[in-house]
């Protein structure tokens, strides 16, 4: 036994190392703001390969600019169209994102839409968890918003900025204007 044990635990040591940065980036954000552009077309569903642009510049180019739209210009229409023109909603960041500005102009029935297919395509896509669960609130449902909460803290932990935000926005009276 002792020898198997001399044998797993440098391997389980290897592994967490292996995997810190990766986890640490994904989780290192600190804002509302998405913290990186969307995953590369390497990742794989059900065996299939993705056939996607996201790792080609002009694609990254065209989704940065989106984003300052959304979060330096506030222009949600502007971004809704920059980036439907990318044709990638099936991209967890993208149709977050999309979801988030029709969110911002009221439109929750489009932005649920665009929430659910982000999580279609990553169902352990942190910042929908959050956005969803603002919006969850913002429609009066309370107890949906507690658990995307619940999602957030096994996703990212109870200290994520995602969990904090969430947290702060449900510690708030029924009917209070959310500011994030």
């Given at each position: ?129 959050q956005y969803y669960g603002l919006w969850q609130l913002e429609q009066g449902n309370r ?38």
């Amino acid at each position: 036994m002792r020898k198997l044990s001399m044998l797993l635990v440098p391997g389980l040591v290897a592994v967490s190392l292996a995997a810190a940065p990766v986890l640490t980036s994904a989780y290192a954000a600190g804002s509302d703001e998405p913290s990186s552009p969307p995953k590369s077309d390497t990742s794989t569903k059900k065996g299939k390969k993705k056939s996607s642009s996201v790792s080609d510049p002009k694609f990254l180019a065209a989704y940065r600019t989106a984003y300052t739209t959304i979060f330096d210009n506030h222009d949600y229409t502007g971004a809704i169209g920059q980036l439907k023109s990318l044709k990638r909603d099936d991209v967890a960041d993208v149709a977050n994102l999309i979801g988030y500005s029709y969110r911002k102009l009221g439109d929750y029935q489009s932005s649920k839409v665009y929430y659910e297919l982000a999580l279609k395509d990553d169902p352990n896509h942190v910042r929908t968890w959050q956005y969803y669960g603002l919006w969850q609130l913002e429609q009066g449902n309370r107890e949906q918003a507690q658990y995307h909460l619940n999602k957030l803290a096994s996703l990212a932990g109870t200290d994520s900025s995602e969990y904090r935000s969430l947290a702060a926005a449900l510690d708030k009276p029924t009917g209070a204007t959310l500011v994030y």
